[in-house]
């Protein structure tokens, strides 16, 4: 498969966009001042920085050159692709601007952390739009917008629990919704998405659909363990989950650009 600077870019920009999503609903949650959220989440805020540059970074290999990007975003009117740049050079602008100014400042801003979750949000409908648009069945309609909505929402609680280890009951209760909600959309829409193709998927691809799914059950499980069971925070489960539910959309990532060969 030669997609490999798509499928890196796609799955650590909804990473990015998922935890930063998560971590919005965690600060609401947890009704601290913007001093005590810094506090709390500035570790959160570096990493999903990070995430999003190096995404970005895999997204210039696939273009060829930075100056393809100037480019191609002159087509805003009529390019899915051109928008795609916009909302996520704007998100991951917005997100490392939240991230230094909560430095500088020792206090989240909220209007900003919660302005990158909208964005966010409205990139991953731009970026599903490129591929749902297209004349690849398996690409073409609502099982792309669940499959990258749906990634974005499971990783992005996951990542969230993993990295927020002052967590609260509630605050745990209100992550692991998101990630339930996620992997709901998972089980679903992509089983009927793909048994609705006009060419069945081959024995590999079923393996790598079903693989996806259950590592996804499984990471959740495990977090549900963790939030009703232990009710406290326990860093080697919920990065067990983490890993699980990353691999499974990382498997799932390939599926999706398998289809298109």
């Given at each position: ?205 079923n393996s790598l659909l079903y693989s996806q799914l259950v590592l996804g059950v499984l990471g959740v499980i495990i977090l549900g363990y963790v939030v009703f ?32 060969i």
């Amino acid at each position: 498969m030669h997609e490999w600077p798509l499928l890196i870019f796609t799955l650590l920009v909804h990473t990015a966009i998922g935890g930063t999503i998560a971590v919005t609903i965690y600060i609401i949650s947890m009704k601290k001042n913007a001093v005590e959220a810094f506090q709390t989440i500035k570790l959160s805020l570096v990493a999903l920085s990070i995430i999003s540059l190096i995404g970005l970074g895999a997204s210039f290999l696939h273009l060829g050159k930075i100056s393809h990007a100037f480019y191609t975003i002159s087509s805003l009117g009529s390019s899915w692709f051109s928008r795609e740049i916009l909302f996520v050079s704007l998100f991951i602008f917005l997100l490392v601007l939240t991230l230094s100014l909560s430095i500088m400042t020792k206090k989240v801003n909220m209007l900003l952390l919660s302005l990158a979750a909208v964005v966010g949000f409205a990139t991953l409908y731009v970026m599903s739009s490129i591929y749902a648009t297209t004349m690849i069945e398996a690409w073409n309609g609502v099982g792309t917008y669940a499959a990258f909505y749906a990634a974005a929402l499971v990783i992005g609680a996951s990542i969230a629990l993993a990295l927020l280890n002052k967590q609260t009951s509630n605050s745990m209760m209100a992550l692991f919704a998101v990630a339930v909600i996620g992997l709901a959309i998972k089980l679903v829409v992509l089983p009927v998405h793909f048994g609705s193709l006009t060419e069945a998927l081959s024995s590999t691809e079923n393996s790598l659909l079903y693989s996806q799914l259950v590592l996804g059950v499984l990471g959740v499980i495990i977090l549900g363990y963790v939030v009703f069971v232990r009710k406290t925070y326990h860093m080697a489960l919920v990065w067990s989950a983490f890993l699980l539910v990353f691999i499974g959309e990382f498997l799932g990532r390939y599926l999706f650009f398998m289809n298109a060969i």
